[in-house]
């Protein structure tokens, strides 16, 4: 990486965050929302909040996962480097575990109990929040998994991509359109 790309920013990739955080919460309006989605009937209502803003958090969260592979990957790296990061996180989700109990605590008089104490204060291992569980774990394995994407070399490196596109993007689809289908309760999506 240069130098000078690292004292800029890219409005590109700052927009694409952006992006990602609307669709992410696009789908928190669904699946936190009041009413139950799930249970209406078929209207266009129902196709737009189930059909376009309920998976388009996935695709949010999808960006913003590539987005800090991207830039993790692109610094070379070591193990050490991860633990380094991954106790970085630690203490930022530690730091907000605690100020949300003391909130939920004082203001909500929320029921105190051992495994609430045991999140608060091990959230990454008890995976109160799973995607910084997920990142913590990635950024543990990210220097074997650069130094293996490295080693495919460029023409091997493509075929895996393109696979992975077919797999998850193609196939993927024809599954999620078939859940989509049964219109009713799908417990199976992940709510």
Same mark, same amino acid.
């Given at each position: ?42 209207? /266009? ?49 530690? #730091? ?15 029921? /105190? ?7 608060? /204060? ?17 950024? /543990?394995?990210?220097? #074997? ?47």
């Amino acid at each position: 990486m240069s130098k000078h790309y690292k004292n800029t920013r890219n409005s590109s990739i700052e927009l694409l965050r952006i992006i990602a955080t609307y669709l992410i919460i696009l789908r928190h309006f669904v699946v936190f929302n009041t009413f139950d989605v799930w249970s209406q009937t078929l209207s /266009i209502k129902k196709v737009v909040l189930e059909g376009i803003f309920y998976p388009s958090g996935k695709i949010g969260v999808v960006l913003f996962f590539l987005i800090s592979a991207w830039f993790l990957c692109e610094s070379p790296t070591s193990l050490k480097a991860s633990f380094k990061r991954l106790w970085f996180l630690e203490r930022e989700v530690l #730091f907000y575990s605690i100020a949300l109990f003391g909130f939920f605590c004082l203001f909500q008089h929320a029921q /105190i109990n051992t495994q609430l104490v045991l999140n608060t /204060i091990f959230p990454i291992s008890t995976n109160l929040w799973w995607y910084a569980t997920s990142y913590a774990v990635f950024l /543990i394995l990210m220097p #074997f998994f650069t130094k293996g994407l490295q080693t495919l070399g460029k023409q091997t490196h493509k075929a895996c991509c393109l696979i992975c596109i077919i797999m998850w993007s193609i196939c993927g689809g024809i599954g999620s359109a078939r859940r989509f289908a049964h219109l009713g309760s799908c417990p199976s999506m992940g709510r």
